[in-house]
């Protein structure tokens, strides 16, 4: 059995995390603060670790960096709510294995802790790629044709599951619980209105309204 430790001072996040870990076979620890998370992840007891960057004591990055320094090489999967590409690199680049913003669909973060534990980093497809459209995973660049676009966190996370799925109709419900997870509300238009900030950006011909269904990207 993979033990996960789960640094996250955010008692709701910790939880949900803790709940749908354990349902899938895992064992789990969770620490509140970044001194405690540095020592827990050093010991040896541990196969991964989630990593919340907003740590009181020691930040995130605090902690991944004092791990390195150390030569631990236990895997670690970030969890932010900083949407800056600045941070995304920098988490990475400091050793992070990977990187998701919240919030989060917990089946996405499954599937990513469960890769980190196989030992499947350098396998994972890094860039998803639709027509002219690409997203870079690592750097969590967009590019439009020859254009470079500046997406935040919530549009980048949504045009990653159209491009995980090109060509298929996704409901509302769908988008929803994939970029919102455990903070999506079935009766929000949060989804249309993202929806048309990547029009904007992207390029209005590049997801279609399937009326009474969803949307759909297509290839531009």
């Known amino acids: 059995m993979s033990r996960v430790l789960i640094a996250e001072d955010e008692a709701r996040i910790a939880a949900f995390v803790?709940?749908?870990?354990?349902?899938?076979?895992?064992?789990?620890a969770?620490?509140?603060?970044?001194r405690t998370a540095r020592a827990a992840a050093a010991s040896g007891d541990f196969d991964l670790m989630i990593l919340d960057i907003g740590l009181p004591g020691m930040d995130g990055f605090e902690v991944l960096r004092a791990l390195r320094a150390d030569r631990v090489t236990i895997?670690?999967?970030i969890l932010t709510a900083r949407?800056?590409?600045?941070?995304?690199?920098?988490?990475?680049?400091?050793?992070?294995d990977d990187y998701m913003p919240k919030?989060?669909?917990?089946?996405?973060?499954l599937a990513r802790v469960r890769l980190r534990l196989s030992g499947g980093r350098q396998t994972e497809t890094t860039v998803l790629t639709c027509g002219d459209l690409s997203l870079d995973l690592r750097t969590r660049r967009a590019q439009a044709g020859s254009r470079t676009v500046a997406l935040s966190?919530?549009?980048?996370?949504?045009?990653?599951?159209?491009l995980r799925h090109p060509g298929q109709v996704l409901a509302r419900e769908q988008l929803l619980s994939h970029v919102w997870g455990y903070d999506f509300d079935p009766g929000s238009n949060?989804?249309?209105?993202?929806?048309r900030y990547l029009r904007r950006k992207l390029g209005a011909?590049?997801?279609?309204?399937?009326r009474g269904m969803g949307y759909r990207l297509v290839a531009a």
């Open 18 to 28: 803790e709940k749908g870990l354990r349902a899938n076979g895992f064992a789990t």
């Open 30 to 34: 969770v620490v509140a603060d970044g």
């Open 75 to 77: 895997p670690v999967v």
């Open 83 to 96: 949407d800056s590409v600045q941070d995304t690199v920098a988490a990475l680049e400091g050793g992070a």
């Open 103 to 109: 919030p989060f669909r917990f089946e996405e973060l």
């Open 153 to 162: 966190a919530r549009e980048f996370a949504l045009a990653e599951t159209f």
């Open 190 to 195: 949060v989804v249309d209105v993202y929806v």
């Open 205 to 210: 011909d590049r997801i279609e309204t399937v």
